[in-house]
Every structure is written in structure tokens, then in C-alpha cells.
């Protein structure tokens, strides 16, 4: 089980697989960390990611996730345009397939030797 705690730090972190991204805007809802809730903007130019939280109300933003789903995204565990088609999230196709170009698409491995 995973819980991201502060989306911008964790965005901030994140080995993104392109160095280059357009600016786009999303809100994320997050009923029990309202610091992650709001409308943020990310990009990246030359490997330097900028994430920037526009507003705290995303509720009338028409491209909106969960905290929950985007953490499925970030981890690999489902790729964005799955949560998009599975009405799990309301952001556009061309928004979940940048998303997908731009985030790692594997699940995470926990490795343990003995």
C-alpha cells in the first residue's frame, strides 16, 4: 500500500523518462491531505521539473484525478489512459497519453536477498 504525502515534493522527485514536457494543468482531490488537493501545473525543460499549485479548488477544473488513481499512475501500476477509458478520471485523452509518455510504465520491484 502506497500514500504519497506531499505531491509537490513527490513530482519534484520523480524520475520522469523525458527530460522535456510541456506545461499542463490538472487538479488533483484529496480528501484526507487537502495540501495535495488543488490545481497544479507541471513541466520540465532540460531535465529541471517545475510544479506549481495554482489553486487550492480543483473541483470545477474539467481535467481532474484522485490521489489515489494518480498514485496508480505515478507507481506503474495502471497506465493513465486505462483510468481515463475505466471513468476513473476526468482528464482528456491527450492528457493521459502525454501523461503515459512522460511516466514510468513499469510496476515498482521490491527485491529481497537472504
Known sequence: MVRIVDIKDFLLRYPYVKKDFEPFVFGIEDQNLPQNSGLWELSSKKGM???NKLSDLAADYPEKITIQELTKALFGTE????????????????????????????PPKLVDYF
Open 49 to 51: 521539473v517545475k510544479v
Open 79 to 106: 497506465k493513465m489512459k486505462t483510468i481515463v477509458m475505466e471513468g476513473k478520471a476526468d482528464l482528456s485523452f491527450e492528457t493521459a497519453t502525454l501523461v503515459d509518455d512522460i511516466l514510468v510504465n513499469e
